[in-house]
């Protein structure tokens, strides 16, 4: 099996690193816009399997070209090139996969198309290829959970997904928190925008909008993250699921609230509008994102004491809960995820890296797609055999247990 990774950064790299390790997989071509960054991974990763090229990936003719004779085309770059990247991939007669969409499909799902109807699903279908999308962490393992918990029950009326975060630093004291300098692991620039994109939350059947950091709660998540406030956030799921659950009624994805993002927004540091300041036009949030370390592809050169630390001081749960009917009565199924990429240091043994969360779904995806008959045109993680994808996952060795109850 041959594949195309078009993004060779944290994300891409860390796909790169988990495939090059899997039988089924004879060449990846990582390509990016900077191949010297391409050719960086690829000696950390140290596979032969590996090459590398210089991709634009908003140029689908380019794309074409480096896809020529590959399976499966990678999409690890922004959202907003997923029709370029399909198109490329089109062209060249191969499968697509990523982990995150938007504009147009969000605004599509908003007017009432299903997965068949969505821009460009027709001319896959056509060519009797497969484009999966949403297949990383969230979206990805979260609509796998989802699927997996609504194929036990007659029908599905409410889905549910929170994902709260904590920093637990040796002798910090409690407020302490308040001075650490922010930083949301990926692109600074997009982090502030979906903070400060108004979103829609499914509620009796209908699309509600609400402002960002609307719809307020507090969630208990498990220790030691604990209870923190959730809002309403701008994500895949929210979008798509309705089309894939049918009958579903209430569709929500919430995420812990980023206190900085939050004030920034407040005070228009995330506005994308030029003001003026000493007589030079800037928009606010280049200003406030250039004072943030941009995502560093530093994912191979964490040493095993910095990744112990890591698993020791940094916290992530994820709750996907799924209600309905079952035999006439009300049931609601709730997974309790902890944090993915722990233990560090193993995962680096089996994996290269530990930056496994987005990317190990990623590679699961890419494997199926490769080696099964899938439906044609755009599908989502959802629509995969639950099973099977976990299956899939856990044959890498991958060391991770989360917690399944009934309420």
Not at 28 to 35: F, G, H, S, T, Y
Not at 39 to 45: E, P, Q, R
Not at 206 to 213: A, G, L
Not at 378 to 387: G, T
Request: charged share 25%; proline share 7%; with cysteine.
């Amino acid at each position: 099996m041959k594949v195309l990774i078009v993004g060779a950064g944290g994300q891409g790299g860390a796909c790169a690193s988990i495939l090059s390790r899997q039988k089924e997989i004879d060449e990846i071509i990582l390509a990016d816009l900077k191949e010297e960054t391409a050719m960086k991974v690829a000696k950390n990763i140290g596979s032969d399997k590996i090459k590398t090229d210089h991709i634009n990936a908003t140029d689908p003719d380019d794309v074409a070209r480096a896809a020529q004779g590959v399976d499966v085309v990678i999409d690890m770059v922004m959202p907003w090139m997923v029709q370029y990247v399909m198109k490329g991939a089109l062209k060249a007669k191969a499968n697509y996969i990523n982990t995150a969409f938007d504009t147009p499909y969000w605004d599509e799902f908003l007017d009432g198309k299903g997965p068949e109807e969505l821009t460009l699903s027709k001319e896959f279908k056509e060519a009797g290829l497969t484009a999966l999308f949403g297949c990383g962490f969230a979206p990805g393992w979260t609509n796998v959970l989802a699927r997996k918990f609504a194929n036990r029950l007659d029908e599905v009326d409410s889905i549910k997904m929170r994902i709260g975060k904590a920093t637990i630093l040796p002798d910090e004291k409690p407020y302490d928190w308040v001075l650490r300098p922010w930083n949301p692991g990926w692109s600074p620039k997009q982090a502030l925008i979906d903070c400060a994109s108004s979103t829609y939350a499914l509620e009796d059947g209908k699309y509600v909008e609400y402002p960002p950091f609307g719809g307020m709660e507090m969630c208990s998540f498990p220790a030691p993250v604990g209870e923190l406030p959730v809002t309403h956030h701008s994500h895949e799921e929210i979008y798509s699921m309705p089309s894939t659950f049918k009958g579903v009624k209430d569709v929500d994805f919430k995420y812990y609230m980023m206190y900085q993002p939050a004030i920034f927004y407040a005070i228009g540091l995330c506005s994308q509008e030029e003001i003026e300041v000493g007589g030079v036009k800037v928009k606010p949030i280049d200003v406030v994102s250039s004072l943030v370390p941009p995502p560093a592809n530093n994912i191979f050169a964490e040493s095993e004491e910095a990744l112990e630390y890591a698993d020791k001081t940094a916290f992530i749960e994820l709750i996907v809960e799924v209600s309905g009917k079952k035999d006439g009565k009300t049931v609601t199924y709730r997974a309790n995820c902890p944090k993915m990429n722990a233990p560090g240091p193993e995962l680096v043994k089996l994996y290269g890296t530990a930056l496994v969360y987005v990317a190990l779904p990623l590679a699961v995806g890419t494997l199926l797609l490769g080696s099964c008959d899938m439906e044609k045109g755009i599908i989502f993680a959802d629509q995969l055999d639950p099973d099977m994808f976990i299956d899939r996952m856990m044959a890498t060795g991958y060391p991770y247990k989360w917690k399944e109850i009934v309420i």
